[in-house]
């Protein structure tokens, strides 16, 4: 009943995938010190020496391994891309040469469900091509969205032939170099088609799909982050009476809320299946570090307290891994799967963030440092305890499910 085993292909892309990640990717993370840059010149030098990286992914038949092949991607189901993306997280460079990294990734995934046929070769070909970035506005400063989205502020009126959308947006991951935001706003129901009029009134959100070189759309600042290693920044972004025709609404006016799920299940699950590559470096290195190094006349692994450190990291991680893999199996089956997506994004995102402090702890001052990626990797990883949903607010939600299902 239950196989853990993987087949003899998908054992084959494992190692071609780990094997580019060692060959290619790791001592290519030298010439990428950070990726929040900022000037225009600084942003297309950073995306050339990418391509250059592209081109060998592309070459190996890594590229884009979430899209359906169609779309020019590989086709892989949930499952498969557990194990590819965890050998892509080894480093935070794996999954940004392989396109599998996000904001892009769960973009794809959603403009794959929801955009019309015109709307994918317009932004979902040239996305998976790898030739265009994107990002994906949600959250709002106070008073507007943020762990509770039905706070939303952004507004979108309408107006002939289109409409007008005004908000603030933050924390809109990769916005400065992308083609085109997703945005979500609310919608001016009044004047709505009547056939939609209804849906409107009970979700009253929307999806846009807005072109950046839209003179209404602004990128206020980067906003200063302790994750320093994202493409595009952390951006603050501003849509003032930007005007967007009808054929920008990405699926159904006032379907947002609904459309924010079908990112979000997933984007939570492939964010988890990345970090666990992370952590299983960070394991490594901790392992090698106490292997290698003496102190107080034995090895450090000898110390119980040093072994015990790894062994509770190992546990965790496997712990985590088959988390990933039931959720995964789950979604392979049609499944919705959100308690079990809201358990494993929980559960992993706490353990990287233990893993990844523990590695430090045992690697001492070298952990600390720059000479290994460790330090990098504890400011990163924070921020996955906060994005895809805070944890408190996915313990909230598995802890009402629960009390629902026990008192039905
Ligand atoms: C690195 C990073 C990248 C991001 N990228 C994007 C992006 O690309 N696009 C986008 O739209 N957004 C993005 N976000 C924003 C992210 O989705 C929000 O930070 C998240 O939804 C939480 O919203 P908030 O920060 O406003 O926190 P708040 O809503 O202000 O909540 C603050 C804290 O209060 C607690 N809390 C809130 N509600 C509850 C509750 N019900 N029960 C118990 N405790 C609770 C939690 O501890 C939470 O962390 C990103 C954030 C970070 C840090």
Not at 58 to 76: D, I, S, T
Not at 114 to 125: C, M, N, P
Not at 316 to 338: F, K, P, S, T, V
Not at 344 to 353: F, R
Request: one cysteine or more.
């Amino acid at each position: 009943m239950f196989d853990f085993s993987l087949t003899p292909e998908l054992a084959a892309l494992r190692e071609r995938t780990l094997a580019f990640v060692r060959d290619v990717v790791i001592p290519a993370e030298k010439d990428f010190p950070a990726y929040d840059v900022q000037s225009p010149e600084e942003i297309k030098a950073m995306a050339d020496r990418l391509e250059v990286l592209r081109v060998q992914a592309r070459e190996a038949g890594l590229f884009a391994p979430h899209v359906v092949k169609e779309w020019g991607g590989m086709g892989l189901n949930m499952r498969e891309m557990a194990i590819v993306f965890e050998e892509a997280g080894h480093s935070l460079l794996g999954p940004l040469v392989l396109n599998c990294s996000a904001p892009d990734e769960g973009n794809m995934h959603l403009l794959e469900v929801v955009a019309s046929e015109e709307q994918k070769e317009r932004y979902l070909r040239p996305l998976v091509a790898g030739e265009i970035r994107s990002c994906f506005a949600m959250t709002e400063p106070a008073p507007g969205a943020g762990s509770d989205p039905a706070l939303l502020k952004t507004y979108a009126k309408r107006e002939r032939g289109g409409w007008v959308i005004n908000g603030t947006k933050w924390y809109t991951s990769g916005a400065d170099g992308a083609a085109f935001a997703i945005c979500m706003a609310l919608t001016d129901h009044d004047s709505a088609s009547d056939e939609s009029k209804q849906a409107v009134k009970r979700s009253q959100a929307t999806m846009f799909l807005v072109d950046t070189t839209n003179p209404g759309f602004r990128i206020v600042r980067h906003v200063p982050s302790m994750d320093v290693n994202f493409f595009g920044g952390h951006c603050e972004v501003v849509f003032e009476d930007c005007f967007v025709t009808d054929d920008a609404v990405l699926g159904e006016v006032g379907k947002g809320f609904q459309y924010a799920q079908v990112r979000l299940a997933p984007a939570r699950l492939t964010h988890c299946m990345r970090w666990l590559g992370v952590a299983q470096r960070s394991m490594e290195m901790a392992i090698h570090y106490a292997n290698a190094r003496e102190s107080f006349g034995q090895r450090l692994g000898q110390h119980q307290m040093v072994g015990s450190m790894l062994a509770d990291s190992a546990m965790e991680i496997h712990a985590a891994r088959l988390m990933i893999w039931h959720a995964a199996w789950l979604l392979d089956n049609g499944e919705q799967a959100r308690q079990e997506t809201s358990m494993t994004k929980v559960y992993v995102a706490e353990t990287v963030n233990r893993v990844v402090d523990r590695a430090v702890q045992i690697c001492g001052a070298s952990g600390i440092s720059e000479d290994l990626p460790l330090s990098l990797f504890y400011r990163s990883v924070r921020a996955f305890r906060i994005y895809d949903g805070p944890s408190e607010v996915h313990r909230a939600v598995i802890a009402h499910r629960i009390l629902k299902q026990y008192a039905e």
